[in-house]
């Protein structure tokens, strides 16, 4: 059983930066993905990171913008999140692949099989 522990949301006005955290406990993974849903809105892709060789993909929406890391020692994966925007407001989770597939790098929850609890990021305007 894979766990999931995200940590470091909260409340910050347009234009402000925030790093999210997420711990996992295992490695039986290929890819760690950030993705993010606001109420009456369907769960979307934000970012996602291959352990394997370090290689980032991005939304649109928020390339540029924020930016994905992973700590192997502390087996820790990070989002940065700069200038950030009110429509970015959601409950961030961050979720495990055990496969790189297009499906997966293209954001489908589907390919993704462990999900944390979630974070609040609240951008006020």
């Known amino acids: 059983q894979v766990q999931l522990v995200e940590s470091g949301g909260g409340s910050v006005q347009a234009g402000g930066s925030l790093r999210l955290s997420c711990t996992h406990s295992?490695?039986?993974?290929?890819?760690l993905g950030w993705f993010r849903q606001a109420p009456g809105k369907e769960r979307e892709g934000v970012a996602a990171i291959y352990i394997g060789g370090g290689s980032t993909y991005y939304a649109p929406s928020v390339k540029g913008r924020f930016t994905i890391s992973h700590d192997n020692a502390k087996r820790t994966v990070y989002l940065e999140m700069n200038s950030l925007k009110p429509e970015d407001t959601a409950m961030y989770y961050c979720a495990t692949a055990p496969k790189l597939t297009s499906a997966a790098i293209g954001f489908n929850p589907e390919e993704f099989n462990y999900w944390g609890q979630g974070t609040q990021v609240t951008v006020s305007s």
């Open positions: 295992r490695y039986y993974y290929s890819l």
